[in-house]
């Protein structure tokens, strides 16, 4: 069984945010130096040094993990396939899940989008079911939205085919 996988550019949008969050944590990161440097004088000379070595050792190992590593297994690992009475949904980094999901037992479906996928075409399906929810994510916007209908649609004809047969 081949799962469906995320849009090539998903790959693209979880590096710019992940470069974001490194970006915003680093800035953080100097501010505080900086801050103790000029005006608080909490740590001088040698634990200085040695806290900066450590802040650009945390900045890196981030840019590892949320730039590198963090797109990379949720490409691998986040996937799905649309039968006609149900939808597989794989989803997690490090435990991963396979979830099969009857279209019938699908309350809500949303389509979410961040203003970053927007720019790309890309969106998160988020399906609602009485037992959880799932996320079927970075998807392009079009493909998206034919899952949405093809979810309603079948749980429209569920629902008449179980009104009928009563």
Not at 12 to 41: D, M, P, Q, S
Not at 118 to 140: M, P
């Amino acid at each position: 069984m081949k799962l469906n996988r995320m849009s090539s550019n998903g790959k693209k949008v979880l590096l710019i945010e992940g470069i974001i969050r490194t970006v915003i944590v680093a800035l953080c990161l100097a501010a505080a130096l900086i801050i103790n440097y000029f005006w608080l004088h909490w740590q001088e000379g040698t634990a200085f040094k040695i806290i900066c070595v450590i802040a650009v050792v945390l900045v890196g190992i981030l840019i590892v993990i949320d730039c590198i590593l963090r797109p990379w297994l949720m490409y691998r690992q986040h996937g799905y396939l649309l039968h006609s009475h149900f939808v597989t949904v794989q989803e997690g980094m490090w435990f991963v899940k396979h979830l099969q999901i009857p279209l019938f037992r699908i309350q809500n479906v949303d389509i979410e989008e961040g203003w970053l996928m927007r720019k790309v075409e890309l969106a998160t399906l988020k399906l609602s079911t009485a037992g959880g929810n799932s996320e079927i994510i970075l998807i392009d916007k079009r493909k998206a939205k034919e899952i949405m209908n093809h979810i309603k649609h079948s749980s429209q004809q569920i629902s008449e085919e179980t009104e009928s047969g009563e």
